[in-house]
T-cell receptor
Framework: RKEVEQDPGPFNVPEGATVAFNCTYS??????FFWYRQDCRKEPKLLMS???SGNEDGRFTAQLNRASQYISLLIRDSKLSDSATYLC????????????FGDGTTLTVKP | GAGVSQSPRYKVAKRGQDVALRCDPI?????LFWYQQALGQGPEFLTY????????KSGLPSDRFFAERPEGSVSTLKIQRTQQEDSAVYLC?????????????FGPGTRLTVT
């Protein structure tokens, strides 16, 4: 079983739809969590950090459930430009170097 | 300002050859990471430097893989006696602070094909 698991999709949604992705992690000692976005054949870029209290950035909302060891990303009012692969990232203790990435969930937003 | 750069962008190596991949992190960034990304998968951690110290090399798949960052800035990932399973995109990332708990800025990657 992988340390970080994501539903690979693909998720195909129309513009304006709301879509949610989940990510589960196995290491209960994990300390920090992120969502990165990766466009086709490009490098990953930070989308947002994930905090225990949940956080929102425009149309994007991230939630962390430590008890169930999962992270979610909600995208409201999807745009064509949201089409990408979304990578869940889980890190261990503070100041450690290893980041564990999920294999990503692919989203395609269609007109 | 300048982001993370990597060279070469593409490398084709014959099986058994040695390759060296270079990463220029953002100036002043303390942390540097190397990842291997196979097609359809997420980046897989290889190694981590804090300045010139290699603090974690737990992800290096074999002793054919070696990384260094001698002056705490530029880093080189070397793969000896390349094998077909080494074909992947090798990503370098840097971060302003120590550890992986902060935003990592990725370079464009080096696509290695071993024939």
């Amino acid at each position: 079983r992988k340390e970080v698991e994501q539903d690979p999709g693909p998720f195909n949604v129309p513009e304006g739809a709301t879509v949610a992705f989940n990510c589960t992690y196995s290491n209960s000692a994990s300390q920090s969590f992120f969502w990165y976005r990766q466009d086709c054949r490009k490098e990953p870029k930070l989308l947002m950090s994930v905090y225990s209290s949940g956080n929102e950035d425009g149309r994007f909302t991230a939630q962390l459930n430590r008890a169930s060891q999962y992270i979610s990303l909600l995208i409201r009012d999807s745009k064509l430009s949201d089409s990408a692969t979304y990578l869940c990232v889980v890190n261990g203790r503070t100041n450690a170097g290893k980041s564990t990435f999920g294999d990503g969930t692919t989203l395609t937003v269609k007109p | 300002g300048a982001g993370v750069s990597q060279s070469p962008r593409y490398k084709v190596a014959k099986r058994g050859q040695d390759v060296a991949l270079r990463c220029d992190p953002i100036s002043g960034h303390v942390s540097l990471f190397w990842y291997q990304q196979a097609l359809g998968q997420g980046p897989e951690f290889l190694t981590y430097f804090q300045n010139e110290a290699q603090l974690d090399k737990s992800g290096l798949p074999s002793d054919r893989f070696f990384a260094e960052r001698p002056e705490g800035s530029v880093s080189t990932l070397k793969i000896q006696r390349t094998q077909q399973e080494d074909s992947a995109v090798y990503l370098c990332a840097s971060s302003l602070f120590q550890g992986s708990s902060y935003e990592q800025y990725f370079g464009p990657g080096t696509r290695l094909t071993v024939t």
